[in-house]
DNA sequence: CGCCGTATTGAGCGCTCTCAAGCTAGGTGG
DNA sequence: CCACCTAGCTTGAGAGCGCTCAATACGGCG
């Protein structure tokens, strides 16, 4: 669904191209970005597939989109997930085509940002230029934890890259998962049944609290030592 | 040990922009980088150390360069490899600063290209500007392979990666490794022995060939399938 | 209440790690 | 020329972690 052409808004990485008021140093990103239309996603509904030609990058105004790739022995493997405020789209630029298919989450809030226009739009100012490679190189290494062997240093690592991500901020450690555990497991390059167990025993050992899609990061300091492989997860009791 | 000022060369991702006569739908490219300055580092020699401010992308004109990250844990991991034509440091951008040691893995010919410098002068032309956002997003998900379980199928991999980027192109899929079993390892995430038994697994099936530093790759399809998940690595006889 | 998809729990297996020993190549000195 | 040494690589046996497959529990929805 099409709402309007060449709006803009102030809820994506891109801000301060679009609201210079927002801080005075910024005041040099004077002008809007060109944003072809914006989008409004139902859960489960797709943004684009694999082998469409690269057009557009897109910034998340609000909600949760994964991209998920077909391995060629068949295997549904999630890339990765984009939630509100992030840009995506980036490798299809070195690409020359989507990958991936890009699937909302739950219902989300997208803006398609012609790269083409966006380009000759950044090229008008110097400081968004650099702004824009910021933001582009941001996405080298993104989750290089998952080259991480062990389980529970990835699902820590995991919920602290979350927490760091999910907005709003959490308020005292608080997320609500956009996302079920297969996909998390999937994305983890772990079985459903693993990260079921790691999240059971950090729960035991009350480094987090879990209700439905509620989470809860008791430990965060503890959680940041299990990812970085400086502290046991310790208690295995039951 | 310095070489000169200002000297630019063909011999980077970014040659378009030096030398703009060996294509001529590249002759928009009509200028050449501020090269800093060029380094000649012996074997072992660094580049650079954590922590220190990001002034500089690095373009490999020959040789190979490994980056290594020392974990929290005291761990010391492989973060990267960059061989001759690429450019590294693209990350450092959105850090502030370099997060790893960068060494030579061999004699290596290495252009500093000041980044400030290099963003008011790839402003002067829309073309170069497209271009290094280009190259910059060739890095994202680099090594993706490292996120498969399997130590076969990143073997496989890894070794198709490096046939790729190993310079000048390999003849028959031959190439001289110039990195020694330990640093492949840390990188793969694998034990040094995992690794060894994986090689004598590839040699055994005829799939490579292996005379120390010389590597040839008997069977491209085949590892490439092995590297996808379609293909089992079959034969374990002895 | 019954149904179905999602999540959890359990038992056994397999891949990769650990630790230790053996091998090879290259360098050194007698 | 050869014994010796060292570093890097290979090979072997046993242990541990995460996977597989199967059963059970939960939760939303008609």
């Known amino acids: 669904m099409i709402i309007n052409h060449y709006q803009t808004c102030g809820e994506c990485e891109f801000t301060p191209l679009c609201l210079p008021q927002i801080d005075q140093k910024m005041s040099h990103f004077n002008q809007c970005l060109p944003i072809q239309r914006q989008l409004v996603l139902k859960k489960g509904e797709i943004l684009f597939t694999p082998h469409t030609p690269f057009q557009c990058l897109y910034a998340v105004k609000l909600g949760a989109i994964k991209t998920v790739q077909t391995e060629s022995n068949g295997e549904e493997l999630i890339r990765n ?4 405020g ?5 490798k299809a630029i070195h690409q020359g085509e989507y990958r991936s298919t890009a699937k909302a989450l739950c219902e989300s809030h997208v803006c398609e940002i012609n790269y ?9 100012n110097p400081h968004l230029q650099e ?13 290089s934890y998952l080259h991480t062997k062990s389980a529970e240093r ?21 997320l609500y998962l956009p996302i079920p555990r297969q996909d998390i497991a999937s994305y983890l390059r772990l079985t459903p ?8 025993k950090f729960i035991r050992n009350k480094i987090i609290a879990v209700d439905k899609r509620k989470l809860t990061l ?21």
Chains 1, 2 share one sequence.
């Open 154 to 174: 990835k699902v820590a690592a995991f919920l602290l890259d979350l927490s760091n991500r999910l907005h709003p901020f959490p308020i005292k450690g608080v």
């Open 218 to 238: 008791l430990k965060p300091e503890l959680l940041q030592g299990i990812a970085d492989g400086r502290v046991e997860s310790k208690i295995e009791f039951r």
């Open 86 to 90: 992030e840009i995506f789209g980036y």
């Open 131 to 143: 702004h824009v490679m910021y933001s582009a190189c941001s996405h080298i290494n993104r989750g």
């Open 116 to 124: 083409r226009e966006f380009l000759h739009f950044i090229q008008q």
């Open 81 to 84: 997930f984009y939630f509100t």
């Open 193 to 200: 049944e693993t990260l079921s167990r790691i999240s059971t």
